[in-house]
């Protein structure tokens, strides 16, 4: 079975590249020209430390590298005021909170996990896109506002969507491999004692019984 589920797992591992990167862009009606003029505001794309499956070290490691990076571009965003502090600020949560997911679903390595973090990633991207509407009025923070919710959504129903189709492909293989393994004791049963026993051994290595 967790042969069955890694496969799947390798399969669904595309996804979640594109998902990550989709949560670092923003929709053209949720930007203005104001935040992209101070790097505490722009999502931090450098490298970040990559977390080996079951790894508390790395782990451990990539949370304080996180909680560290989140301190200085908080203490940059002292340096503005008003809405754009606010922006700023919102930016620095939501930049901290993508690491620190990003490094416990690979830690965790497992579907559960990678969906829980898309789906609070998605939550921090909505509060940096609506304190954003803070820097417009009227009609125009209404569809802002609309727009900051509309994606949320739609990040949130595809992590959804993603990890059924995952766990549905999973099942399925899980099916085959269960039927071919009887197949194959099916087949055991031509011999006898250690031939036998050999074969039986040999079917449970293959299916992952």
């Keep these: ?42 999502p931090q794309t450098g490298a970040r430390i990559v977390v080996a499956p079951g790894s508390k070290e790395l782990y451990s490691q990539a949370k304080a590298e996180a909680l560290a990076a989140y301190k200085a571009a908080r203490a940059q965003c002292d340096l503005l005021a008003s809405v754009r502090k606010d922006i700023c600020v919102a930016e620095a949560k939501a930049e901290r909170v993508r690491y620190e997911e990003d490094a416990t679903a690979q830690f965790k390595n497992t579907l559960a996990a990678h969906t829980k973090a898309r789906m609070r990633i998605a939550t921090a991207n ?46 399925a293989l899980d099916e085959k491999r269960t039927a071919q393994y009887k197949v194959a004791l099916e087949k055991c049963d031509a011999f006898a004692g250690v031939a036998k026993d050999n074969c039986v051994k040999a079917a449970k290595s293959t299916y992952g019984h």
């Design 126 to 171: 909505y509060n940096v896109d609506r304190t954003r509407c803070g820097l417009v009025a009227g009609n125009d923070r209404d569809v802002c506002l609309g727009q900051a919710k509309a994606t949320r959504i739609a990040a949130e129903a595809d992590a959804r969507a993603d990890s059924k189709s995952t766990a549905a492909r999973s099942d």
């Design 1 to 42: 079975m967790n042969k069955v589920i890694g496969m799947a797992f390798l399969a669904f591992a595309p996804l979640l590249a594109l998902a990550q990167t989709a949560t670092l862009q923003r929709p053209p009606s949720t930007q203005h020209p104001a935040t992209a003029q101070h790097p505490a505001m722009a």
